[in-house]
């Protein structure tokens, strides 16, 4: 049941980390209005399985009055809330209690900092800041680390296999999929016979963009919001007629690829890149359902107009 709104408040971001499965970047359209919230949120009401709404990105403190007033119609839907944020304003400790006063003030539930290399490099942690900011303002808060893909071996049935496998909490998808993979040992697409993370028959969240598509994983959309209401969207799918989330729920990206004829050449690290890759190849074919073009690096978004 569907329990959880993530909003992509944009894609802008300050950052280009190598492990971004939304290609954001400083460069990124597609940011939320305030008229967009407004809208989500009436839809929103009308879903009475939700129970809290998310904002992340990209970065959803560059968009700082925005972010706030996306809380505040929250609150005021009864709804829990969390931010996602890189941490790039906590310049200093007190400097960061500025930044989240009112995060305490409206009640923030959740604060997730990225707290990794990726972010933030090795010498100077923004988040660790953040942290210690939001501790001392009472405000729930935890981190969120992803570190660079290593090989490892800490399973018994991948010992027995006498395989290695790839670690570090990376989803190779989107950019991590096109920058993070070449070093990597590739596996036969015949083991990608299920989606590991995502349960399309029964998604309990959807990522929503200011585009107005409704993502069940990054790149895969039930529709458009701005064309069909947020609630008959999600009232109206149907898991095994999408054309994209049928054929991963029947077998996964092995099934997606031979459901389409596409042969790709290369090596694929595990079931999101290949899935990535061969979704990529049929762009063209599912426009409405292979959406946004942004998360798949191709940054031909000038207006609100493009998806
Ligand atoms: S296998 Fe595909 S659908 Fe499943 S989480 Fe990975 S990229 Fe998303």
New binding site residues.
């Given amino acids: 049941m569907l329990n959880s709104i993530h909003f992509l408040l944009t894609y802008t971001c300050l950052y280009e980390c190598d492990h971004c499965f939304l290609y954001c970047n400083p460069r990124a359209k597609g940011t939320f209005t305030l008229e967009q919230l407004k809208t989500v949120f009436t839809e929103i009401e009308k879903i009475e399985s939700i129970k809290e709404v998310y904002f992340e990105g990209g970065e959803p403190f560059l968009f700082y009055p925005l972010l706030m007033e996306g809380i505040k119609m929250a609150k005021a839907t009864d709804l829990e809330t969390g931010i996602v944020s890189n941490a790039y304003w906590a310049t200093a400790v007190e400097d960061a209690e500025l930044w989240l006063r009112s995060c305490r003030e409206l009640k923030v539930d959740d604060l997730s900092l990225s707290d990794d290399e990726f972010h933030h490099g090795e010498d100077d942690n923004p988040a660790e800041r953040a942290l210690r900011a939001a501790q001392n303002l009472n405000i729930p808060v935890d981190t969120i680390c992803i570190e660079k893909p290593t090989l490892e071996v800490p399973s018994d049935l991948a010992q027995m296999k006498g395989e290695p496998i790839v670690g570090g909490g990376t989803?190779f998808?989107g950019r991590a999929a096109d920058k993070l993979t070449s070093d990597l040992p590739y596996r036969p697409v015949s083991e990608f016979t299920s989606?590991?993370?995502?349960d399309f028959e029964n998604p309990t969240r959807v990522h929503l963009d200011s585009f107005g598509n409704v993502q069940l994983?990054q790149g895969?959309s039930i529709g458009n919001m701005w064309e069909i209401p947020l609630s008959d969207l999600t009232k109206k799918y149907e898991p095994l007629n999408h054309p994209i989330a049928g054929p991963?729920i029947a077998g996964?990206?092995e099934r997606l690829a031979a459901s389409y004829s596409v042969n790709l050449k290369g090596g694929f690290v595990d079931?999101?890149h290949y899935?990535?890759e061969v979704r990529k190849a049929l762009l063209d074919k599912f426009p409405e359902y292979l959406a946004p073009k942004q998360v798949y690096g191709l940054e031909a978004l000038t207006s609100e107009s493009d998806k």
């Fill in positions: 989803r998808k989606c590991p993370y995502e994983c895969i991963l996964g990206p079931e999101c899935c990535y």
